[in-house]
Nanobody
C-alpha cells in the first residue's frame, strides 16, 4: 500500500516536499518512482530511485530542481521539489515495482501540487 502526503499550494519559486509511506516495497527488491499527471495531459515519469537508493534518475524538466530519496527504516519515499514552476502543477503519484519487472505495479492515490 502506498500513501502520498504533503501536497499543497505554493507560489512559483517555492519549495515543497511530498512523501509516500509504503508497506513492503521500500526494501532492496523494489524500485520506486514519482509520476505526475496534469489535467488534460498524459502521466509522466518525474524521478526514480534504485533498490538500494544509490542511483536516481530524473525527467529533464525537473533535473536540478527535484530530489528523490527514500528512508527504508521509515518505509518512506520522498520528493523534494525546489524552484517550483506553474508547469509543475499536477497530481503526483508514487509507484513501486519489483526489480525484475519493467512496469510499475503498485500505485498510490496521489497528492495534488499546485504552483501559482
Amino acid at each position: 500500500q502506498l500513501v502520498e502526503s504533503g501536497g499543497g499550494s505554493v507560489q512559483a519559486g517555492g519549495s515543497l516536499r511530498i512523501s509516500c509511506t509504503a508497506s513492503g516495497v521500500t526494501d532492496r527488491r523494489h524500485c520506486m518512482g514519482w509520476f505526475r499527471q496534469a489535467p488534460g495531459k498524459e502521466r509522466e515519469a518525474v524521478a526514480s530511485i534504485s533498490t538500494d537508493g544509490g542511483s536516481t534518475d530524473y525527467a529533464g524538466s525537473v533535473k536540478g530542481r527535484f530530489t528523490i530519496s527514500k528512508d527504508n527504516a521509515k518505509n518512506t519515499l520522498y520528493l523534494q521539489m525546489n524552484s517550483l514552476k506553474p508547469e509543475d502543477t499536477a497530481m503526483y503519484y508514487c509507484a513501486a515495482r519489483h526489480r525484475t519487472l519493467i512496469q510499475y505495479n503498485y500505485w498510490g492515490q496521489g497528492t495534488q501540487v499546485t504552483v501559482s
